[in-house]
């Protein structure tokens, strides 16, 4: 590809003329064409199309057979902006997606840094750490409904040290931070293993020659391992985020988005707008503006760390 690249430049500026090399560059980018067009139609199949189609669902009304569509144009999102309830869903959203990823990077980044020394049980400790990744959603949500019911475990634990008990999943103020809790220990592995891999691609020797003039372990983590880790952290931070936005299983399994509509997340009402009610076009409409959310997301989170890292 070098090679084809230089003929390719050198025939731009008029300093090769057509010849069999020229034309054998013609051809491997043919190859290449021809290479990722099952790719490109894998990917608009599935990615492509069923984000136009979900665009067209939007300006609709009706049920999924093209009989039963009509067009109504803007109004499915006229009736977001005016619904007091779908902008409760949003600040529950925007509540539930800081609470979670802030912590969801903290934690791994700290443990991360500790793991990384030659500590006993460290491989132990690495795997114990990643348990949750790969546990079953559903399997954990049920498990902290468990723990968190009236009469669970949590609350008698609260009474053993003689602290009132608190109804977690029946409270409009409780019931968020259990799904808050939730999701920061189901990514807790996942973020950690992210950041242990950062922290082998960062050279001894920096740390080396930063103790050599004086730094203690505060300065060489700001000035060391944070900027080592740039890549990482724009890594983390969009995967988080994503995960963060796209909840669902532990809202289905643990709240159902009550008490009084408290825990009911972006995707949870979108499901229930679809599947529930059966207003596909305004469901739509809301899914819509969550695709649109995660992309300015994610573009604001990738344009904030574009700099490149300290080498």
């Known amino acids: 590809m070098i090679a084809a690249d230089a003929l390719s430049i050198l025939k731009s500026q008029n300093l090769l003329p057509d010849s069999r090399l020229s034309r054998l560059l013609d051809r491997d980018e043919i190859a290449a064409w021809i290479f990722l067009?099952?790719?490109?139609?894998?990917?608009?199949?599935?990615?492509?199309?069923?984000?136009?189609?979900l665009c067209y669902l939007s300006f609709t009304t009706g049920s999924f057979t093209r009989a039963g569509v009509?067009?109504?144009?803007?109004?499915?999102?006229?009736?977001?902006?005016?619904?007091?309830?779908?902008?409760?869903?949003?600040?529950?959203?925007?509540?539930?997606?800081?609470?979670?990823?802030?912590?969801?990077?903290?934690i791994p980044l700290g443990l991360a840094v500790l793991l990384d020394r030659a500590i006993v049980l460290r491989g132990?400790?690495?795997?114990?750490?990643?348990?949750?990744?790969?546990?079953?959603?559903?399997?954990?949500?049920?498990?902290?409904?468990?723990?968190?019911?009236?009469?669970?475990?949590?609350?008698?634990?609260?009474?053993?040290?003689?602290?009132?008990?608190?109804?977690?999943l029946q409270d409009a103020f409780w019931a968020m931070p259990v799904l808050i809790l939730l999701s920061i220990w189901k990514q807790l592995g996942f973020n950690l293993v992210v950041f242990l891999a950062g922290l082998q691609t960062i050279p001894l020797s920096r740390y080396e020659a930063a103790e050599l003039d004086g730094a203690n372990a505060w300065q060489k983590f700001w000035y060391i391992t944070l900027p080592g880790l740039k890549s990482?952290?724009?890594?983390?931070?969009?995967?988080?985020?994503?995960?963060?936005?796209?909840?669902?299983?532990?809202?289905?399994?643990?709240?159902?988005?009550?008490p009084l509509n408290s825990t009911n997340l972006l995707v949870y009402y979108i499901y229930d707008q679809a599947f529930a009610q059966f207003d596909f076009g305004y469901a739509a409409a809301a899914a819509t503006v969550l695709l649109a959310l995660t992309l300015v997301l994610v573009y604001l989170q990738l344009k904030t760390f574009s700099e490149p890292e300290i080498k």
């Open 232 to 258: 990482t952290l724009v890594f983390a931070i969009v995967t988080t985020a994503i995960f963060t936005l796209r909840s669902f299983e532990q809202v289905y399994v643990i709240t159902g988005g009550g």
């Open 124 to 168: 132990l400790l690495r795997a114990a750490y990643f348990v949750p990744s790969i546990t079953s959603l559903v399997a954990v949500g049920l498990g902290f409904r468990w723990l968190f019911q009236t009469d669970g475990p949590v609350n008698a634990g609260m009474n053993m040290l003689h602290i009132a008990p608190i109804p977690w």
């Open 37 to 53: 067009t099952p790719a490109l139609i894998l990917l608009s199949i599935f990615v492509l199309y069923p984000i136009a189609y």
């Open 70 to 106: 009509r067009w109504v144009g803007l109004r499915n999102y006229w009736r977001l902006v005016v619904s007091p309830d779908f902008w409760q869903v949003l600040g529950n959203t925007a509540y539930f997606t800081i609470a979670t990823v802030i912590p969801s990077l903290l």
